[in-house]
């Protein structure tokens, strides 16, 4: 039947009007009569058929013109011209032309070709081929393809209508609202939404970029994941990562397999890291934050970190390294460190770090234990609390409090407060020089020591040295209110000042047992840092090496009328 209706429409169609042709035409409509005839002739129930509804069928809807073509340029096509429209499955797809191939149940669409599927799905494109037993689109040149938010350009995009996939490999862009998504090749999933984009991938989202190889986009929570080598640069600062999920809708990032942030001149790298808009960071495993311009470094199991208010935690082995004064290094340990920014991005910025507890320092010229410390880079002072011990060289100091103050990579100036006491080992090992007083203040010079300064309550124990030997001579015993040493580069003493001093002079064989120390002498040689590495063993004071607590004189409390 259908053969007769084409054999018809062609015959109309030829513009030849010979004889034999009229011939030809007459002999089809006859027929096409026995045809009809047979047709209403058979028994009332079969004319009665429903319309056929073969949903593996591709429906020619329309056209303007139709041709078909047995053995020319498109053999078993009918060509179709027009306002072409064609049905399948609930898609349909209209074009300005089309082969139609009903033994294969397909169609070579050109020309404003659009398809639809649904209310959520639609394409256009300069040419399409689509396949109705596969249900696979293949759509070429100028290609769009809207995806209810999601629009897909392209120029080759393959359409899988049965798992509901679109791939594209001739490089492709996605907007997904705020974010475009850019790359050589990719897919995606109309169903579960979820893209895959490889080679030459950029996400932009708003002023943030995403560029990778391989990343995995979820629209519906606007996530990415890259995997490979991969840059993320934000307002912030920059994140390289391996291994990362950011979240593009609220600008925060998961970070794995040993990324790194990176803020102007400061980076924090960790095992793991997260990152949000306000410039909160949170590192886990072996962390390393690093400050190039302060010139200094933290590094520990756990960190949190504000890059715009400049202030952090650490701990879990949390190392502070300084280097600003120069070549040698600083190294600080504590159970615990806060770092505190004042000034941010500012040229008068500076930091403070806090250390506590069991905390230890060591540099080649200086060591240090404490309970707490607290660094300031503004004037390079390192402060120390309850129990707090500073070496250099054979001298120890110790008190209440000990403020630390280095410059060009030595100690220049040190300050022990509250039962201050200096002590330094003398060349032969058993003997100690030792002064105790309130307050007391040492100057050093290339590192050494050249002159201290003690003010209340001063006592002294004092070996003087033979100039030809270097043999001590005796023991100078003094008490004075404020007395100050002068010391040679060698460390030798220079002259002393004192005010209203008293002292004995004691030979060598006739030094009393209560003045060979004075009354709070400790030597704490086993407690001193030996290297860096030491500063995470912690060897504290005992108990009853701690200092005794000094209660301070308050004022008597006023009375009125026999009540207080």
Request: aromatic fraction near 12%; hydrophobic fraction near 35%; proline fraction near 3%.
């Amino acid at each position: 039947m259908n053969f007769v209706k084409q054999m018809i429409f062609r015959v109309y169609t030829e513009r030849k009007h010979t004889a034999g042709h009229r011939a030809v035409m007459m002999a089809a409509l006859c027929l096409f009569s026995i045809f009809v005839f047979a047709a209403v002739s058979m028994p009332a129930r079969r004319t009665r058929q429903k319309p056929r509804t073969d949903e593996n069928r591709v429906y020619l809807n329309h056209a303007d013109e139709l041709k078909y073509d047995v053995f020319g340029y498109v053999p078993g096509a009918q060509i179709v011209k027009g306002h072409v429209s064609f049905a399948h499955a609930g898609a349909h797809l209209t074009c300005d032309s089309a082969y139609f191939f009903q033994e294969t149940n397909s169609v070579k669409a050109f020309g404003h070709v659009r398809f639809r599927q649904g209310d959520t799905l639609s394409l256009v494109c300069d040419r399409a081929f689509y396949d109705g037993a596969a249900q696979a689109l293949q759509a070429r040149n100028h290609v769009v393809l809207r995806h209810r938010r999601q629009t897909l350009y392209t120029d080759s995009l393959n359409y899988d209508r049965l798992y509901n996939n679109a791939y594209f490999f001739e490089g492709g862009k996605i907007i997904d609202g705020r974010d475009k998504l850019s790359a050589d090749w990719g897919q995606y999933s109309t169903s579960t939404r979820q893209a895959d984009f490889y080679y030459n991938v950029r996400l932009r989202s708003g002023q943030d970029l995403i560029t990778t190889d391989t990343l995995h986009y979820d629209m519906l929570r606007r996530m990415a994941h890259v995997t490979g080598p991969s840059v993320i640069t934000s307002k912030q600062g920059k994140i390289k990562t391996s291994d990362g999920y950011y979240d593009t809708r609220r600008k925060r990032a998961e970070l794995f397999g040993r990324s790194t942030f990176m803020d102007k001149d400061k980076t924090i790298t960790g095992d793991s890291l997260y990152y949000t808009r306000d410039g909160e960071s949170e590192g886990f495993g072996n962390v390393v934050y690093v400050d190039r311009k302060n010139k200094n470094s933290l590094h520990c199991g756990y960190m949190r970190y504000n890059n715009v208010t400049g202030r952090g935690y650490a701990t879990r082995r949390a190392l502070a390294m300084e280097y600003s004064q120069g070549k040698d290094t600083l190294y600080v340990h504590a159970d615990t460190m806060r770092i505190e920014t004042f000034n941010i991005n500012t040229d008068s910025v500076y930091r403070k770090v806090h250390a506590w507890p069991h905390a230890k320092a060591y540099r080649t010229d200086v060591q240090a234990i404490s309970d707490s410390i607290v660094f300031n880079s503004k004037d390079s002072c390192m402060t120390m609390y309850r129990n707090p011990v500073v070496w250099n060289g054979s001298r120890q100091l110790f008190g209440e409090q000990i403020d630390v103050y280095m410059a060009d990579s030595t100690v220049r100036l040190a300050r022990v407060t509250g039962q201050a006491m200096s002590i330094e080992l003398m060349p032969d090992s058993i003997h100690y020089n030792q002064v105790s007083s309130r307050v007391m203040t040492a100057f050093f010079t290339d590192g050494k020591i050249r002159q201290t300064e003690a003010v209340g309550n001063v006592l002294v124990d004092y070996y003087p040295q033979d100039d030809k030997d270097s043999s001590l001579i005796g023991l100078n015993y003094t008490e004075t209110d404020t007395m100050r040493m002068f010391m040679t580069p060698e460390r030798r003493l220079s002259r002393i000042w004192m005010s209203k001093a008293t002292g004995t002079l004691y030979p060598m064989t006739q030094i009393p047992p209560s003045k060979i120390y004075l009354p709070g002498f400790q030597w704490f040689a086993p407690l001193r840092p030996t290297d860096k590495n030491d500063v995470f063993v912690w060897r504290g004071k005992s108990s009853s090496q701690e200092l005794r607590t000094v209660r301070r004189h308050a004022a008597p409390l006023q009375t009125l009328g026999g009540s207080r």
